[in-house]
């Protein structure tokens, strides 16, 4: 008996390409996977605007969407335009309440107005921000994560990821997130499935987790 596929809809982080799913296998009989890539943003482009554009690129009804620290923001503004069958976060937060102090510190001191240029001139400063401090060992690995280094685009991402301002969680969201997450601390973190030892980076170290369970985790009610 024919059975209809799954579709999956993957989101990286800031910055990064979709390469860090490159070791996330789902089983062929059951999901097709696909992988959304980052748009330039428009000037003064909204997020709610920038996730109705980015929908335009999924080809199929019903989804799940999956997404990754800032990917994981945008799924769950493009999960306002269209159906989802499932959205799932990783290493990301659900709420403008999840942010680290310093984040909600550099929201009111406009703080985030000068990281931009730092990092699109410093790919070590960079790589630290978009995926943690303990990225610094293997940094010449997580390089080729990174595919955008457009300043336009840092800018808008940065500065809508820490003025991001949704109050209220999406129920029916799942969220994953590892205990030494060192960019979104767990401490902030509620109501989510806990990875041990999973640091912000967890989809690329910890992949052999989310192939045993992202199935049951997608199938599940």
Same mark, same amino acid.
């Given at each position: 008996?024919? +059975? $209809?596929?799954? !579709?999956?809809?993957?989101?990286?982080?800031?910055?990064?390409?979709?390469?860090?799913?490159?070791?996330?296998?789902?089983?062929?009989? +059951?999901?097709?996977? !696909?992988?959304?890539?980052? #748009?330039?943003?428009?000037? =003064?482009?909204?997020?709610? *605007?920038?996730? #109705?554009?980015?929908? /335009?690129?999924?080809?199929? *009804?019903?989804?799940?969407?999956?997404?990754?620290?800032?990917?994981?923001?945008?799924? +769950?503004?493009?999960? /306002?335009?269209?159906?989802?069958?499932?959205?799932?976060?990783?290493?990301?937060? %659900?709420?403008?309440?999840?942010?680290?102090?310093?984040? $909600?510190?550099?929201?009111?001191?406009?703080?985030? /107005?000068?990281?931009?240029? +730092?990092?699109?001139?410093?790919?070590?400063?960079?790589? @630290?921000?978009?995926?943690?401090?303990?990225?610094?060992?293997?940094?010449? #690995?997580?390089?080729?994560?990174?595919?955008?280094?457009? &300043? !336009?685009?840092?800018?808008?991402?940065?500065? =809508?990821?820490?003025?991001?301002?949704?109050?209220?969680?999406?129920?029916?969201?799942?969220?994953?997130?590892? *205990?030494?997450?060192?960019?979104?601390?767990?401490?902030?973190? %509620?109501?989510?499935?806990?990875?041990?030892?999973?640091?912000?980076?967890?989809?690329?170290? @910890?992949? /052999?987790?989310?192939?045993?369970?992202?199935? &049951?985790?997608?199938?599940?009610?």
């Amino acid at each position: 008996m024919y +059975q $209809q596929l799954i !579709h999956v809809y993957f989101m990286p982080g800031m910055a990064a390409s979709p390469k860090i799913f490159e070791y996330i296998k789902l089983p062929e009989n +059951q999901f097709e996977i !696909h992988y959304l890539e980052w #748009l330039l943003p428009i000037d =003064n482009e909204v997020i709610t *605007d920038y996730a #109705l554009r980015l929908s /335009k690129h999924i080809k199929h *009804d019903n989804v799940v969407l999956i997404g990754v620290s800032f990917g994981g923001v945008i799924v +769950q503004e493009i999960s /306002k335009h269209i159906n989802v069958r499932k959205l799932i976060i990783i290493s990301s937060v %659900k709420s403008l309440y999840e942010l680290p102090k310093h984040m $909600q510190l550099a929201k009111v001191t406009m703080a985030y /107005k000068l990281l931009p240029t +730092q990092l699109v001139s410093n790919i070590d400063l960079f790589a @630290k921000y978009a995926f943690g401090n303990n990225v610094t060992k293997r940094l010449e #690995l997580y390089k080729k994560y990174l595919s955008v280094n457009d &300043s !336009h685009y840092l800018s808008w991402a940065i500065k =809508n990821m820490i003025c991001w301002n949704q109050e209220i969680p999406n129920p029916n969201l799942i969220h994953i997130h590892g *205990d030494i997450d060192t960019v979104f601390p767990i401490k902030n973190i %509620k109501d989510c499935m806990t990875i041990k030892n999973g640091s912000h980076i967890m989809i690329i170290n @910890k992949y /052999k987790w989310f192939n045993e369970h992202l199935p &049951s985790i997608i199938l599940g009610n």
